[in-house]
């Protein structure tokens, strides 16, 4: 069988406004990516840039009252004309989603074996001993010994990293074509954290699923990932391959974030920092969100909202000045910011 031509995901112009205080806010403005059947695509970016709100509208798990615009299509079907039985079938077998935290996203009074067993039993209409024993084999292939006794165990018995192990096998068990992980590894400490991704990454390959990975580390997302999406202020502001993306980007900010990022081979008594504070989407100014903190700011820049632009044949950028910078951007954006860890650049939350 033929592999599909085009995308299996692909979201185009996607703007999304939640009701705060009586007021609509925009978090997401015209977020645009595809995904490939089979391929690993991660979306990196501060806290509050958007990456989690993209996969909940994917997954359309929105709350009410929110206002959505644009195109989010899965397999050519547009997900928010899925209705009734469709979108049941979408969000059963389709697509499946890691949590982050896996405590709060488990039953605390179910055991282990329900969570696990629920969605074979309801949506695949499995007897309860196939989906308990689908569910033995499942813990084995993500590494947990002794599953028939785990089974029975309740969430508190079990540690954050076998939980989330647990996690990633109920979002295989019905073999989705898409995951979405949702900064899976943040609660698990580093060598739990390369366990946990060695697994989800197998499986991904073994199953042939595709996957949409969410996370701060931009080591971790070239290690994952086939391509990587940079989101600044509830925009896509760089889209290229995971691995180029590190000593070559292409705009700016994921310049910054490269700069920033602590270095074992090298020695250094602080990270430089970028000036200024993180910017939500409704919070963003006229023109270039990330102007105000840019090394490269000039007056074009502050007249509207830059395009993405293509750079050759490496990726996309949403930065003007882009043709004349690229391949300049790090020797730049390294002289032009400040040595400090008083900024929020060189905080947990934005050297990723």
Same mark, same amino acid.
């Given at each position: 069988?033929?592999?599909?031509?085009?995308?299996?995901?692909?979201?185009?112009?996607?703007?999304?406004?939640?009701?705060?205080?009586h007021e609509l806010r925009t978090v997401l403005r015209d977020v645009s990516f595809e995904l490939k059947e089979g391929k690993a695509l991660g979306l990196v970016g501060e806290s509050g840039s958007g990456k989690s709100m993209t996969v909940r509208t994917i997954a359309r798990l929105l709350p009410p009252g929110a206002e959505v615009s644009?195109?989010?299509?899965?397999?050519?079907?547009?997900?928010?004309?899925?209705?009734?039985?469709?979108?049941?079938?979408?969000?059963?077998?389709?697509?499946?989603?890691?949590?982050?935290?896996?405590?709060?996203?488990?039953?605390?009074?179910?055991?282990?074996?329900?969570?696990? =067993?629920?969605?074979?039993?309801?949506?695949?209409?499995?007897?309860?001993?196939?989906?308990?024993?689908?569910?033995?084999?499942?813990?084995?292939?993500?590494?947990?010994?002794?599953?028939?006794?785990?089974?029975?165990?309740?969430?508190?018995?079990?540690?954050?990293?076998?939980?989330?192990?647990?996690?990633?096998?109920?979002?295989?068990?019905?073999? %989705?074509?898409? !995951?979405?992980?949702?900064?899976?590894?943040?609660?698990?400490?580093?060598?739990?954290?390369?366990?946990?991704?060695?697994?989800?990454?197998?499986?991904?390959?073994?199953?042939?699923?595709?996957?949409?990975?969410?996370?701060?580390?931009?080591?971790?997302?070239?290690?994952?990932?086939?391509?990587?999406?940079?989101?600044?202020?509830?925009?896509?502001?760089?889209?290229?391959?995971?691995?180029?993306?590190?000593?070559?980007?292409?705009?700016?900010? =994921?310049?910054?974030?490269?700069?920033?990022? %602590?270095?074992?081979?090298?020695?250094?008594?602080?990270?430089?920092?970028?000036?200024?504070?993180?910017?939500?989407?409704?919070?963003?100014?006229?023109?270039?969100?990330?102007?105000?903190?840019? %090394?490269?700011?000039?007056?074009?820049?502050?007249?509207?909202?830059?395009?993405?632009?293509? !750079?050759?044949?490496?990726?996309?950028?949403?930065?003007?000045?882009?043709?004349?910078?690229?391949?300049?951007?790090?020797?730049?954006?390294?002289?032009?910011?400040?040595?400090?860890?008083?900024?929020?650049?060189?905080?947990?939350?934005?050297?990723?």
């Open positions: 069988m033929n592999p599909p031509s085009g995308p299996l995901l692909a979201v185009d112009g996607l703007t999304v406004r939640l009701p705060v205080a644009g195109q989010v299509r899965f397999d050519g079907r547009e997900v928010f004309d899925l209705r009734g039985e469709a979108l049941r079938k979408y969000r059963a077998g389709d697509v499946s989603m890691i949590f982050q935290d896996a405590r709060a996203h488990t039953n605390p009074v179910r055991r282990i074996g329900d969570f696990l =067993t629920e969605a074979l039993r309801t949506n695949q209409k499995v007897t309860r001993k196939a989906a308990e024993a689908r569910a033995v084999a499942l813990l084995e292939e993500v590494g947990i010994h002794d599953p028939e006794r785990r089974l029975r165990q309740f969430p508190h018995e079990l540690s954050g990293g076998l939980l989330q192990r647990v996690m990633i096998a109920a979002s295989v068990a019905v073999r %989705p074509r898409l !995951i979405l992980a949702d900064e899976p590894t943040t609660a698990l400490d580093v060598t739990t954290q390369a366990e946990v991704m060695v697994i989800l990454k197998r499986m991904q390959a073994e199953y042939g699923m595709s996957m949409l990975f969410i996370t701060h580390d931009l080591e971790l997302a070239s290690a994952v990932c086939d391509d990587t999406v940079v989101f600044y202020a509830g925009q896509v502001v760089e889209r290229q391959s995971a691995s180029r993306l590190h000593h070559d980007p292409l705009h700016p900010y =994921t310049a910054a974030l490269v700069q920033a990022r %602590p270095e074992i081979t090298h020695r250094a008594v602080r990270l430089p920092a970028l000036p200024g504070h993180p910017t939500t989407a409704y919070e963003a100014p006229d023109g270039c969100a990330f102007a105000p903190r840019c %090394p490269f700011v000039q007056e074009a820049c502050r007249a509207g909202v830059p395009p993405l632009l293509r !750079i050759g044949e490496q990726g996309d950028s949403r930065c003007l000045r882009m043709p004349e910078l690229h391949g300049r951007l790090l020797a730049g954006v390294s002289a032009s910011m400040p040595a400090g860890t008083s900024s929020s650049a060189a905080s947990g939350e934005e050297t990723l």
